[in-house]
């Protein structure tokens, strides 16, 4: 069979904050794909605003880096993030080979296990990076011995553990072959892409098959499918047809065809067997649909891409300040919004429900619908959540729930806190390593539901210290009784009006206060936590009384403890049953699902 020399297609994996978009910064620099005067940003795969804010990877990108001018090298950067799992799965269809970029120091995570399973299971030619090899504290032999029993854990066959090995520091832009021998250059990363990855087959003459991978969209030219042709050519102009999951056929004319190059698309004529390219022409298009020529329809086996395991209630925003702060706040423009949404998001499910103001949305975790509600909320859209709920399913007769693989890094005295809060939320301790430099790493084994929340309790137990990685396992019956949940209750406004220093400072005792003075506040409006496990009904807006008798305390100045402030998924992870989460475009609120107090009493005396 002939090969494409010339060519090379390469997913980079890699946790969270292990260097990897860094590292393809610098694999664009030093391939000579930028011009010399031309401005590039840090990061500059992270194209997204919260990408770039929180330096996470969300979505799957490709580039296309020139080698030694008659080599292209496709580069597709993965999120390093369980919850966008979805992108991982198709993206491994696309290459012939990962690059696992590891960090020195830390050594393997819980969600590099994810992705690396991944691309085992589709046997592809693994090569390592080991990067951060400057950080002092750096143990690259250790290291590479955790990488082997990873492999070997999962599966890898005698050629997989057999895997190169390459020294970086993406920061400073080195590389070497040894962690002591570090060059200003990426040529020892390229070489061994080159020497290791296979090239594609080269069976350009046969007839076209291309499968959609990722969907972009596109104002002008409507949804783009971004994916590899497996064999034959695509042209531009030509007829062709798109096999769909349930047994159709529609035929299309290749309207446009994009090539990649650096970080931008370029359009182009032709391509061929091996090529990564984006197609236009068709609207309905779909991840796992095959374009094939019309005389000879040949589908590929269908893309699995997993199922959600979270999923949350979106409302229309009906408390007392609804519409004072966002742009669009109507059922029709949210119902629109998350409509769009699922054109690329194909890990999304959108349901509609008995009330044309309410939505069921599935995801694939709390940071996967987090990061769709942030989006709404800078866009403009007004709207109100509910507690997140994991989803049950029956299999073989049997309800079963969502379990992760929660990753714990603590200081030693740390240790007894977080097992014993894991262990309340029906954990089940796998494994544990001292390091024997005052770090210890523990492995659990948690239902879903449990975690819900527990982030802001790990954090306040480990004084910030702490690490908490988690990645989805598997499904396993549902466990009884209950798991997790806020044990608080909390403090409710009474009434409108606007929180002030007095109200405020007359209830510090009671709990933890949630809103600053002047804050304007509705009555059914979560204000602070209570101390105890019953929530509290209180009166935040209260006034001093003034007389004309002078204070002997006149002169002293009122101080008030600092008030805690919530991120969305902190606000979200809060929830209980009966509350909800406000979000616009300026705030973020939480609120009882039923405002009155009154009917509120009444409705618990019900339920009990």
């Not at 198709?90 to 696992?100: E, F, H, Q, S």
């Not at 990722?214 to 034959?232: A, K």
């Not at 949210?334 to 998001?345: A, G, M, S, V, Y």
């Not at 802001?456 to 910030?464: A, D, K, L, P, W």
Request: charged share 30%; net charge negative.
């Amino acid at each position: 069979m002939q090969l494409r020399e010339d060519i090379r297609n390469i997913a980079i994996i890699a946790h969270v904050d292990h260097g990897k978009t860094t590292l393809v910064d610098q694999l664009l620099k030093y391939s000579g794909t930028f011009r010399e005067n031309e401005q590039v940003d840090e990061r500059a795969m992270d194209s997204g605003d919260i990408e770039r804010e929180r330096g996470i990877t969300i979505l799957a990108k490709n580039t296309a880096v020139k080698y030694q001018e008659n080599t292209t090298i496709n580069i597709l950067d993965t999120p390093g993030h369980a919850d966008f799992g979805g992108e991982v799965e198709r993206i491994m269809k696309m290459v012939d080979g990962v690059a696992l970029v590891v960090d020195a120091y830390e050594g393997t995570m819980p969600q590099t296990r994810f992705v690396l399973k991944k691309a085992l299971e589709q046997k592809l030619t693994p090569i390592v990076v080991l990067n951060k090899i400057d950080r002092p504290n750096a143990r690259p032999n250790d290291v590479i011995d955790e990488v082997l029993d990873l492999f070997i854990e999962l599966g890898a066959d005698d050629d997989q553990l057999e895997f190169p090995v390459v020294y970086a520091s993406a920061l400073n832009g080195t590389s070497g072959f040894e962690p002591d021998d570090q060059q200003e250059t990426m040529d020892p990363i390229f070489t061994t892409i080159m020497e290791h990855i296979p090239a594609p087959a080269d069976n350009s003459e046969d007839p076209l098959q291309f499968q959609v991978t990722l969907l972009d969209y596109n104002d002008y030219v409507g949804r783009i499918g971004v994916g590899r042709i497996v064999r034959g050519t695509i042209k531009v102009g030509q007829q062709v047809v798109v096999l769909k999951e349930d047994g159709t056929n529609k035929s299309f004319r290749v309207t446009k065809l994009f090539g990649f190059i650096g970080l931008k698309r370029i359009e182009i004529e032709e391509a061929k067997a091996g090529d990564i390219v984006a197609v236009s022409g068709m609207e309905d298009l779909n991840v796992g649909d095959t374009i094939c020529p019309a005389d000879h329809p040949d589908e590929l086996p269908r893309l699995r891409i997993d199922e959600p395991t979270l999923q949350m209630t979106f409302l229309v925003n009906n408390s007392p300040f609804a519409g004072r702060e966002g742009k669009y706040i109507t059922s029709r423009k949210i119902e629109e919004r998350l409509l769009k949404q699922l054109e690329t998001d194909v890990s999304l499910r959108v349901d509609p429900t008995e009330s044309p103001d309410a939505w069921i949305v599935s995801g694939r975790g709390e940071l996967h619908l987090s990061i769709l509600i942030e989006n709404m909320r800078r866009e403009g859209y007004e709207l109100q959540l509910s507690k997140p709920q994991v989803i049950i399913k029956e299999i073989d007769g049997v309800k079963s729930e969502p379990v992760e693989r929660v990753q714990v890094d603590v200081p030693e005295e740390y240790t007894g806190a977080v097992m014993e809060s894991l262990g309340a939320r029906k954990g089940e301790m796998l494994d544990m390593v001292n390091h024997g430099n005052g770090q210890v790493r523990l492995e659990f084994k948690v239902p879903s539901r449990g975690l819900l929340g527990y982030s802001t309790e790990f954090m306040s137990q480990t004084r910030g210290y702490g690490i908490l990685n988690h990645t989805f396992d598997a499904y396993e019956p549902v466990i009884k009784g209950q798991v997790g949940g806020r044990r608080e209750g909390v403090l409710v406004a009474l009434e409108n009006g606007k929180a002030s220093t007095y109200g405020i400072m007359g209830l510090e005792d009671r709990g933890v206060i949630f809103v600053n003075p002047g804050t304007e506040v509705y009555a059914g409006m979560i204000v602070g936590e209570h101390n105890r496990e019953n929530d509290l009904t209180v009166n935040i807006t209260k006034e001093k009384h003034l007389t004309n008798v002078r204070s002997a305390t006149k002169d002293q100045t009122s101080t008030i403890r600092k008030t805690r402030d919530m991120s969305l998924e902190e606000a979200l992870e809060y929830l209980n049953d009966d509350e909800y989460c406000e979000v616009t475009p300026e705030s973020i609120r939480l609120r009882k699902k039923i405002l009155n107090k009154n009917e509120r009493e009444k409705a618990a005396k019900k339920s009990k």
